[in-house]
Structure formats: structure tokens, C-alpha cells
């Protein structure tokens, strides 16, 4: 809980980040009210029902509702089921049949398994919306299109593009925003948060909702998260993510390892994927500007807070101090043996002694550093491969004896070859 | 029942005064097969469920059902109660409140003891689309959408010119034609009949029935009457109507007197109004031509056929023998003594013989024939009045003896003073 914080500090805590919020002056009347009445706002967030597979690209709004909460309000967490009982109703994506109400339980049991290493469980309220969207019925339905215009729908950027290039739009396509936008109404929701992409779905909210009596919902936006590679969004197809679910060591490894984004996507990350206040950002960003941080030090710090939020502090702190160790290994591969640990994101092969001489494309072959033995010995004859910081290049390996042996295949493979 | 008519008689007989018929060649293949396997059409047309005051222009839809009925197959006279029970869902309009279940059955009431005047009873379903289009619920309603484009909506003529106005058309209104063609789905409709303003929404039903396994419904469209006037369509509020519950008598002054139409608009009324086979029409139209039948005697002959239907073939000759006196009291208005008769649409007024002399401008205005006394005296004096043949110019008039006394104001009111 963060309540001590002024207004303006609140405002500027909420906004960080943000593309779009509508509006910031009535975001502030709703927090001073919040704040005199001891009432919380209500900030919904839809969700499709579809199985989930979070990664770090969800939690930019995850954390944007964690900010929330942090300020003393209700998040509920709306899985839009309504839609996904019907699936696809034109037919034509097979991707999308109907799904039933046990699978999109399931879901949500799924749901609540990643979302909840960022959201505060207590301050969640996890709904469904087909709870008074079904109950609508033929006469409500009809009753919500009449509350919005074909031009008004026509407006929404991809509508606008498929009709002026005479690609169809089916006519439920304009009933679905209005159904989200009803969610608001049943829920009384002061907040809607969602993607840049859903700006114009939740204007729809704002727009529907004085018309029931309520005052118009504050929408607010986050941007899309670039990936890894800091060139394409994150996503799981383009292989530049960071899973929600995968455990603190493969996280440290990506940020620190495999993260190839310019300065800017770094500060977005700092921006996107912590609590940091923007104040916080500018120290950080000042000492690197002074050289005080170097680009690595900012990679650390960035897993750090990431990975602390999602496993924890001491699990971060492992999972750091492993990659730290891999990386002192790449430099001197020797330092492994003298320091004697085994860190266990080191990959590792286990020989026994007696059985000695090995084949050594076949220890390569299993470490997974080469795809077939044959590729093993051409980097083996190459000169690519190092056991305890020296060339090797006979196929043939005849360790002095049991022990551990630091095996390295370029400068990025480390492994461990346990001689038992 | 007419089933001894050919396929090709039955096909022109549906057809005449028809607008469209889309498609004539698959309504052939339906009465053949109708005929072949002795399972009716299914014959929808659907009517607004406020409640109604029907005039003849009404019944050119009405008897085209008829029409069918003739034939021997089965008309479903379908209330749209469904839209009426939601009212204007947007709230504007005053004249469109929701109606209640017992002000619909009300009206339901009302229609028949109007429509079964033209259509048989027994060969008629009187239904409610409330029925099926309440029990598809919300998601039924999302998957009805998702069967139209936006851009199909769009070439509905009015549609497309309100947006082109820019002029608002709310997402619902694009509901409206896909629930009336889903009543046609419900009622596996084998045609559908309505005005010319109603060809979009028919042909919706049309395009939406393959989706669902069905043939599509045949769909034939009938003219707007033109009212009495020769100039507007025929509508209560130009006051060129005749209503379908108005005396034979009314009927009869009406269709003789007041048709102000040229020779096209009294063809039209034989073809619409009757059921008069296109052959035998045109032999009333060269009858015409050659002189045998004056303008007037084609008026008595289509009143005679439209009377006879509404009222009985008794009632129609007893309307139209009224007719012809006045019209021979008109001429000579003394032959109304002569007869000894006293037509009871004549107007009539009564007066004491002890009370001579009288007032002539109070009787005039007490007739209806003036509005004021002073016009009733503008009138004296300008010679516009006849007692018994004879004009009057006194503002006094002492009559004979206790009788009944003719009396003319110009040419066209006739009215009779009894003297008691």
C-alpha cells in the first residue's frame, strides 16, 4: 500500500507508462474522492478466456493493475466467457470453436495461476461477464445497439480499413464492442484499462455509460511491449519472450543473456516491467549516463526487480549469482574447477571413470552443444572446443580422473563433464 | 378454391400487381411441387403490431395473401410483436412506447375481426415472432449478426442514404432486418409477401435460409394504393381512404362519388382491389374503350366487387342502389317526391308544420350544408337553392303541408326537410 503518497505523486504513479488516459483531470477528481470517502475505485480489466500462456508482455497491464491496488482499489479481473461460449459465430476460424464452461473454468484456474505472482490476490475479484451478458437476452441486446451509431462504429481504425477496402464486417463485429462496453455498465467501473488496441472498445464505455445513470469510466492505455530481439513485440511466435512461468534461472538468462534491445527498449523495460517511480528511472538513467552503470549492471538490476516480483528476492538472487558465475566461466573457463561450486544452470554430462577413453563428439552430442556426432568432431577438429580452459582436437578424451571438467564449445557453451 | 387452374394460371394470378417476384421461375417449381407431393406453401407476411385501422390500401397486400389462400395454401399472419414489446429502444420517439402482452393480444383482436373480411379463417395462422425471436437469447442473437455484413446493410436504399447524409442510423436498426428474416427461418417459409418498401428486409429473409438448411423463400412485393384523390397514397391522414370497417354504404359514396383518379389509377384498382383475373380485366378495358361502359359505370362495377367482398354481394347492391338514387335526385330532385322513398344517407332534418314559417338559413346550417347562418343567407340569395326543384331566395320559407321536401344546396348536397 502506497496511500501515503500525495495526489500528484498517485496520478504520476498511475500514468507512468500509459499511451492514453481519458481523462487525467477526471482520474484525479476520482482519486480525491476515492480518497475523502475511504470508498475504493473499481478498475476492470477484460480478459480473453482463451487458454492463457502469460509472458512479460501481459504483465505490463497486470502491473498496471498491481499499481492500483497498490493504491488501496478493486481490481476485477473480467474473463470476457460471454464471447468464447460462442466462439466463432460465422464458422470460418477453426481456432475458434465454443469453448464450455468447464474448459473456460479451467482457464481461469490457469489465469489465476500467473496473474497472481503480479496482482494482489485479496484486492482481485476474478468475474465473468456471460453473467449479465446472457442475461440480457434478445430484447436487452437490441436495446444496447440502440445506443450507439454505425458511423460511430465506423470509426474504429480497423472497421474504417476493412470497409473502405470492401473486406466484409460481419454485423456482430459491431455487437461486441457494445458488449464490452456493458460490462462496464454492470460492473460500475470508475477505471477500464486495456492495450493500446482497445482504445476505441473502451470509449465505447465511456461513451454508454451516462446514458444508465453512471458517471463515464476513465480509460487508460499501455503499449504493446517489444520482445527480446527489441525489434517485434513480445510474443511467444516470435520466440522474443519472457514467460510468466518459467523459472528465475531461464528468466536471468533471457534478460541478461539474450536481451539485444537498444538503450531506449531498456529504459521502456525499467518504465514497462517495474514499480520503479519515473524519478527512480532518471537516477538510474543519470548514473548510466555518468558511467557509474555500465549496459550490464542496467541488465542485472532490470532481472533483479523482475524476477523478484515474480518468484522473489532470494530466488532472484540465486538465479542472478548463476548467471553471474556463467559469465566469469565464459571468461575464464578454469574459474569453475578452483571455485569448486556447480551452478546448476551449467549444463552437465555424467561418465564413469572406469569407462574412460570417451568419445569425446559423443560428450558434445549430449551436452547438447552440436546436433549430431559428425558436427561435434568438425568443431572438435576446428579447434572450438575447450576442456578445463585447454584446445582440445583428439575425438578420443582420457580425463587424469574423477572430477569435475569445464567443457566450453565456442565462447557461449559452458558445460560440465562429472567424472565419477 | 381455384386448384383447377393450370400451373401457368396459377402463376399469373400470384403474379398480378405484383411489383417483384424474386424468382418467378422457383415459385413455379413450388407450386409444382406443392401441387405434386399435396403439402400447401407456407405463405408469411408480417404486420406491425400497433394497433390497426386498415383501409383499402391495406388490403392489396391482404388479398394477394387471399390469393395464395385460393390456391389452397397456408398464410401465417405474423405479428411482429418482438420489436413491439422493446418500443423505441432509443427513447426518442413519443408515438413508440413499448406495448404490454394484453395491449398486443388487444390489437391482435382487432386485426382479425379487419382482415378476415379478405383472408379465409380457416386456411389462416394468426402468430407472435415474440416466440422464437425471444428464445434466441443473446448469444442467438450475436450468431443471427454474425450472418450479415455491414456493407450488405449499407445497400438498403435508406440505410445508404442517411449515412451518406450522415445522418445517424443506431447499430440496432441493422438487427430489425436480420430478426424478420429469421422469423422466416423459424417459419420455414416457402414465400413471403409485403409492400415494395419492404423488398430489402424480404430478400435478407431470402439470403439467410440457405445458412440454416432451408430453401430460400420466394419474395413478392406489392404497390402502395393510391388514395382516392388520384394524387397521394391512399393514408388516413390525406383523408383518401376507404376504411375496411366503414358502412357498405360509406364504401359506396366513397368509391362512386369521391374517386377523383384517372382511367390508370381505376385499372390499378381493378387490378389490386379485385380479384379480378388479368383476362377478364382486360375485357372490362375494352369495353371501355369501345363506349359500352361509361367512367361511372366502371366505378359501380368496382364498388360493386370491392363492397361485395367486405360486406356480401346484399349488402353491395343495397349500397349502391342508395347510390344511384341520390345520384338521380342530384339530377332531379324532385324525383325523390315522386318515388316516395327516402334514402337514409340522405340528410335529413326535421320541423314541425306548426311552427311555419321557418328559418331557411337555419335549416341549411342545421343540414351541414353551410357553416354559418349568414353563408347559409349568401347562399339564398345567390339562387343556390332549390326546394323540391324550385329555387329559393326568401329567407323565409312557409312550406304547403306536413311532407317531405328535397332540398339542393348547389349541385352536390342533397338533403331532405320532413315536415311533420
Not at 531498456?266 to 548510466?288: G, N
Request: proline letters at 5%; hydrophobic letters at 40%.
Amino acid at each position: 500500500m502506497l496511500v501515503a503518497m500525495t495526489l500528484d505523486e498517485q496520478c504520476a504513479y498511475l500514468a507512468k507508462g500509459c499511451v492514453d488516459v481519458v481523462r487525467a483531470d477526471e482520474l484525479r477528481r476520482k482519486l480525491e474522492r476515492s480518497r475523502a470517502s475511504g470508498r475504493p475505485l473499481t478498475v476492470k480489466v477484460g480478459f480473453d478466456p482463451t487458454a492463457p500462456d502469460l509472458h512479460l508482455g501481459h504483465t505490463v497491464l497486470l502491473r498496471k493493475m498491481k499499481h492500483f491496488q497498490d493504491l488501496g482499489h478493486r481490481v476485477i479481473f473480467l474473463i470476457g466467457d460471454f464471447t468464447g461460449l460462442i466462439g466463432d459465430p460465422t464458422g470460418r476460424s477453426k481456432t475458434r470453436p465454443p469453448l464450455t464452461r468447464e474448459e473456460i473454468d479451467a482457464n481461469a484456474e490457469t489465469y489465476k495461476q500467473q496473474v497472481f505472482r503480479i496482482l494482489h490476490p485479496e484486492q482481485t475479484v476474478v468475474d465473468f461477464n456471460s453473467r449479465w451478458l446472457g442475461a440480457l437476452g434478445s430484447e436487452g441486446f437490441v436495446r444496447l445497439a440502440a445506443r450507439y451509431n454505425v458511423a460511430q462504429m465506423l470509426e474504429r481504425r480497423d472497421f474504417r480499413q476493412r470497409f473502405d477496402a470492401q473486406q466484409p464486417i460481419k454485423v456482430h463485429e459491431f455487437l461486441y464492442p457494445l458488449a464490452q462496453a456493458y460490462d462496464s455498465v454492470a460492473l460500475e467501473a470508475d477505471v477500464e484499462l486495456g492495450g493500446t488496441d482497445q482504445l476505441f472498445n473502451l470509449n465505447v464505455g465511456r461513451d454508454i455509460m451516462p446514458g444508465y445513470g453512471l458517471e463515464p469510466q476513465i480509460v487508460m492505455t499501455v503499449p504493446l511491449l517489444v520482445g527480446l530481439d527489441g525489434v517485434e513485440k513480445m510474443s511467444k511466435s516470435y520466440g522474443n519472450y519472457v514467460g510468466v512461468n518459467e523459472p528465475a534461472e531461464v528468466m536471468a538468462r533471457k534478460l541478461v543473456e539474450e536481451f539485444k534491445g537498444d538503450d531506449a527498449v531498456m529504459w521502456d523495460y525499467f518504465t514497462l516491467l517495474t514499480d520503479l517511480a519515473p524519478a527512480e528511472v532518471e537516477q538510474l538513467r543519470a548514473a548510466f549516463g555518468r558511467g557509474d552503470l555500465s549496459a550490464t549492471d542496467l541488465r542485472f538490476r532490470l532481472a533483479g526487480f523482475v524476477i523478484a516480483d515474480l518468484h522473489g528476492a532470494e530466488a532472484a538472487r540465486r538465479a542472478l549469482d548463476s548467471v553471474r558465475r556463467r559469465q566469469e566461466i565464459r571468461i575464464n573457463p578454469g574459474a569453475l574447477v578452483l571455485e569448486g561450486g556447480t551452478p546448476d544452470v551449467v549444463v552437465t554430462t555424467r561418465v564413469r571413470f572406469s569407462e574412460a577413453p570417451f568419445s569425446l563428439p559423443r560428450l558434445v552430442t549430449d551436452l547438447g552443444f552440436a546436433p549430431s556426432t559428425s558436427e561435434a568432431a568438425r568443431q572438435l577438429k576446428a579447434g572450438g572446443v575447450r576442456i578445463a580452459g585447454d584446445k582440445v582436437a583428439d575425438l578420443k578424451w582420457s580425463p587424469p580422473g574423477p572430477g569435475k571438467y569445464p567443457i566450453t564449445v565456442g565462447s557461449r557453451k559452458v558445460g560440465l563433464i562429472v567424472v565419477e
